[in-house]
């Protein structure tokens, strides 16, 4: 296993002084190679344990072998990971919850990650689900520093009072010169997290933490970082690309307008789990997609779960004792390519670092199989953006069930009781990132494969008119149609994320989708004169406006994340202890058999005409459609999915 190790030796500086006046250095230029992974969500395996499979498509074990290539291919490399780590997959939520990580144990991801010589790692959103107190456990494991620089602990009064993690570090790298001169160079690395994982995981972090704003604290220490002797400053934010114009005060996504920021030579992001560069970002101010820049500076994203390695290649010079970047490449590489519908390895699985979490995976495949009850029909998301469906409506129909039951004997009892549900796997990334679960046996591999994220279920308390706008918001997931428009008209916003297309069962609707969108993406109301949802209803009556409403969902919604209408954290009235997850279990385990089948409480307004709407899903679901006259293949596009019309006059 050492060989996984570099030999190349590295202390860490946390307060060094400006060089001592002494004999200048030799000018001179340094290839220094930065690697990046991000969103790995405790993937560590190729193995989809909701498929109960091997799989080529993800998994630290491939990534792991593109590491050691790159590594091998230059004298000089650093490597990071931008978090979302512990978090994600069936075997995260085994470490935490099923057999629990003890004092003294190694998390399987540092099992994986120490093999492979990280350098510095960032806290991502997804490190705070379990708790403050798992999270501190788990990093006890991590052989490599930390750095977030946005938390803060408070005082009695909520204040900010100092750092909860090390902000920054400054890594004092030995490197070999393009004249094959040794030399050194101190690199500094900060990090950030979303502000919002405040409202996300508030039952986690009230009252213990607060999260600043990313940019205004990268302002603050970058200059500190320079005077404390950092030469080059790269920075890890678990933030997405954010819009090409100035953030907001707290914005989540703000890779873009931290490229703004003095003193910041590279910036290795995450969050979004997309891949930059890459051709979605064409056309985007200040961005070269040959060189991998934003505003001449260094940038990469390399996509989620391992399935893609990113790399930032700088040629750093030394003039007058001072160096600076003089130029750059970032890239990505994948571990897989589809060809002609078939997954293509790019990389092998990288056998020690398999070794290092065997135990932890085959104790995660022997909890996934267990069984719990039976379905009477098939469960899938294949059209889930399109139509009533019926894993959507599995997870309405036993949230439901749990707040009907546990509002007995209280002050909410009597409150008409809806349920919102989006869709977790609607082939985002991958045509095969779909749930699709045969009629049978269900298991708790399953489940997961439901409701992928560990939130908690919460209630909220709206009026119908804040329910037609949560709806509203909902709808954003659809481009306008033209009836009139002879062409193909894509249906699905594709920068639209289907976990915030909420479905709410309890009322019938139908969207009308010549309408714009009431709300832009950013959940800011844009055309007040719009109005997607039409016939809502209760009970087959219109909605009344005023009537009061208790609408099950998860505290991520609840609190605010999505950013969608009156949902701020304060029209939460029940705060629940239990998973969401957990709730779907329950109540199959209580039922025994069930039907998920779809109700078909909302639809598409009719159109007079049928103009051509297409959108993409899995080649998996021919059978599906072949049942539905409304559907009509038309055959396969980039990326290995099937594209499909839909006849919108029914």
């Given at each position: 296993?050492?060989?996984?190790?570099?030999?190349?030796?590295?202390?860490?500086?946390?307060?060094?002084?400006?060089?001592?006046?002494?004999?200048?250095?030799?000018?001179t230029?340094?290839?220094?190679?930065?690697?990046?992974?991000?969103?790995?969500?405790?993937?560590?395996?190729?193995?989809?344990?909701?498929?109960?499979?091997?799989?080529?498509?993800?998994?630290?074990?491939?990534?792991?072998?593109?590491?050691?290539a790159?590594?091998?291919?230059?004298?000089?490399?650093?490597l990071?990971?931008?978090?979302?780590?512990?978090?994600?997959?069936?075997?995260?939520?085994?470490v935490?919850?099923?057999n629990?990580?003890?004092?003294?144990?190694?998390?399987?991801?540092?099992?994986?990650?120490?093999?492979?010589?990280?350098?510095?790692?960032?806290?991502?959103?997804?490190?705070?689900?379990?708790?403050?107190?798992?999270?501190?456990?788990?990093?006890?494991?991590?052989?490599?520093?930390?750095?977030?620089?946005?938390?803060?602990?408070?005082?009695?009064?909520?204040?900010?009072?100092?750092?909860?993690?090390?902000?920054?570090?400054?890594?004092?790298?030995?490197?070999?010169?393009?004249?094959?001169?040794?030399?050194t160079i101190?690199?500094?690395?900060?990090?950030?997290?979303?502000?919002?994982?405040?409202?996300?995981?508030r039952?986690?972090?009230?009252?213990?933490?607060?999260?600043?704003?990313?940019?205004?604290?990268?302002?603050?220490?970058?200059?500190?970082?320079?005077?404390?002797?950092?030469?080059?400053i790269?920075?890890?934010?678990?933030?997405?690309?954010?819009?090409?114009?100035?953030?907001?005060?707290?914005?989540?996504?703000?890779?873009?307008?931290?490229?703004?920021?003095?003193g910041?030579?590279?910036?290795?992001?995450?969050?979004?789990?997309?891949?930059?560069?890459?051709?979605?970002?064409?056309?985007?101010?200040?961005v070269?997609?040959?060189?991998?820049?934003?505003?001449?500076?260094?940038?990469?994203?390399?996509?989620?779960?391992g399935?893609?390695?990113?790399?930032?290649d700088?040629?750093?010079?030394?003039?007058?004792?001072?160096?600076?970047?003089v130029?750059?490449?970032?890239?990505?590489r994948?571990?897989?390519?589809?060809?002609?519908?078939?997954?293509?390895?790019?990389?092998?699985?990288?056998?020690?670092?398999?070794?290092?979490?065997?135990?932890?995976?085959?104790?995660?495949?022997?909890?996934?199989?267990?069984?719990?009850?039976?379905?009477?029909?098939?469960?899938?998301?294949?059209?889930?953006?399109?139509?009533?469906?019926p894993?959507?409506?599995?997870?309405?129909?036993?949230?439901?069930?749990?707040?009907?039951?546990?509002?007995?004997?209280?002050?909410?009892?009597?409150?008409?009781?809806?349920?919102?549900?989006?869709?977790?796997?609607?082939?985002?990334?991958?045509?095969?990132?779909?749930?699709?679960?045969?009629?049978?046996?269900?298991?708790?591999k399953?489940?997961?494969?439901?409701?992928?994220?560990?939130?908690?279920?919460?209630?909220?308390?709206?009026?119908?008119?804040?329910?037609?706008?949560?709806?509203?918001?909902?709808?954003?997931q659809?481009?306008?149609?033209?009836?009139?428009?002879?062409?193909?008209?894509?249906?699905?916003?594709?920068?639209?994320?289907s976990?915030?297309?909420?479905?709410?069962?309890?009322?019938?609707?139908?969207?009308?989708?010549?309408?714009?969108?009431?709300?832009?993406?950013?959940?800011?109301?844009?055309?007040?004169?719009?109005?997607?949802?039409?016939?809502?209803a209760?009970?087959?009556?219109?909605?009344?406006?005023?009537?009061?409403?208790?609408?099950?969902?998860?505290n991520y919604?609840?609190?605010g994340?999505?950013?969608?209408?009156?949902?701020?954290?304060?029209?939460?009235?029940?705060?629940?202890?239990?998973?969401?997850?957990?709730?779907?279990?329950?109540?199959?385990?209580?039922?025994?058999?069930?039907?998920?089948?779809?109700?078909?409480?909302?639809?598409?307004?009719?159109?007079?005409?049928?103009?051509?709407?297409?959108?993409?899903?899995?080649?998996?679901?021919?059978?599906?459609?072949?049942?539905?006259?409304?559907?009509?293949?038309?055959?396969?596009?980039?990326?290995?999915?099937?594209q499909?019309?839909?006849?919108?006059?029914?």
């Amino acid at each position: 296993m050492k060989r996984l190790v570099r030999c190349i030796a590295m202390t860490l500086v946390f307060a060094t002084p400006l060089a001592a006046m002494g004999a200048p250095e030799a000018d001179t230029t340094v290839k220094l190679r930065l690697l990046e992974t991000t969103d790995i969500h405790a993937n560590l395996m190729n193995y989809d344990y909701y498929k109960d499979a091997p799989t080529d498509e993800f998994g630290l074990a491939k990534t792991a072998t593109l590491i050691l290539a790159a590594r091998a291919e230059v004298p000089n490399s650093l490597l990071f990971d931008n978090g979302d780590l512990i978090q994600g997959s069936p075997l995260g939520d085994y470490v935490a919850k099923v057999n629990p990580l003890k004092a003294g144990d190694v998390h399987p991801v540092y099992k994986a990650m120490n093999l492979l010589g990280y350098d510095a790692g960032n806290i991502g959103n997804h490190e705070f689900n379990y708790g403050l107190e798992f999270l501190s456990l788990s990093l006890q494991g991590a052989k490599f520093p930390y750095v977030n620089a946005n938390i803060y602990t408070t005082n009695q009064a909520g204040e900010a009072v100092k750092n909860y993690f090390k902000p920054y570090i400054i890594l004092k790298k030995d490197v070999v010169g393009i004249d094959g001169k040794k030399t050194t160079i101190k690199v500094g690395v900060i990090g950030f997290v979303p502000p919002q994982v405040m409202v996300w995981d508030r039952n986690n972090l009230s009252g213990k933490v607060v999260a600043k704003d990313i940019l205004a604290t990268a302002k603050k220490f970058v200059p500190e970082m320079k005077a404390q002797g950092a030469d080059i400053i790269v920075v890890l934010p678990h933030s997405g690309f954010g819009a090409d114009a100035p953030a907001d005060e707290g914005a989540e996504n703000v890779a873009w307008a931290l490229s703004q920021v003095t003193g910041i030579d590279a910036i290795l992001f995450g969050h979004s789990h997309v891949v930059f560069p890459a051709p979605a970002f064409k056309g985007r101010q200040g961005v070269d997609l040959e060189k991998g820049t934003i505003h001449g500076v260094a940038a990469v994203e390399p996509g989620f779960w391992g399935n893609n390695l990113g790399l930032i290649d700088l040629t750093v010079r030394r003039t007058s004792g001072r160096w600076a970047v003089v130029d750059s490449r970032s890239s990505v590489r994948p571990i897989f390519k589809v060809e002609n519908r078939v997954v293509v390895p790019l990389a092998g699985v990288n056998p020690e670092v398999a070794a290092a979490v065997q135990a932890e995976h085959e104790a995660t495949l022997a909890w996934v199989r267990g069984p719990v009850g039976r379905t009477t029909a098939p469960i899938n998301s294949f059209f889930s953006l399109v139509q009533d469906d019926p894993s959507i409506q599995l997870v309405n129909n036993a949230q439901k069930w749990y707040v009907e039951k546990n509002v007995q004997g209280t002050e909410w009892e009597g409150l008409p009781v809806l349920s919102a549900a989006a869709p977790f796997k609607a082939g985002f990334g991958s045509p095969t990132y779909y749930t699709d679960i045969p009629p049978g046996t269900l298991a708790v591999k399953n489940l997961a494969d439901l409701y992928i994220y560990p939130n908690t279920l919460m209630v909220v308390k709206l009026s119908g008119n804040q329910v037609r706008e949560w709806l509203e918001r909902s709808a954003g997931q659809f481009n306008r149609v033209d009836p009139e428009n002879k062409s193909a008209q894509p249906l699905v916003n594709p920068a639209f994320p289907s976990y915030n297309f909420d479905v709410i069962d309890g009322v019938t609707y139908q969207i009308d989708l010549t309408q714009p969108s009431r709300y832009d993406g950013g959940g800011k109301l844009v055309a007040p004169d719009a109005h997607r949802i039409v016939h809502l209803a209760f009970g087959g009556k219109p909605i009344d406006p005023t009537q009061m409403f208790l609408v099950a969902t998860n505290n991520y919604r609840a609190g605010g994340g999505g950013s969608f209408p009156g949902l701020d954290g304060k029209s939460i009235v029940i705060n629940s202890p239990d998973e969401n997850r957990q709730v779907v279990l329950n109540y199959i385990v209580e039922n025994k058999v069930i039907n998920p089948s779809a109700d078909g409480n909302w639809s598409f307004v009719p159109m007079a005409s049928n103009p051509l709407v297409t959108f993409e899903t899995s080649p998996n679901a021919q059978k599906i459609a072949a049942a539905n006259p409304r559907l009509t293949s038309l055959g396969e596009v980039a990326g290995g999915y099937t594209q499909y019309s839909i006849n919108l006059t029914k």
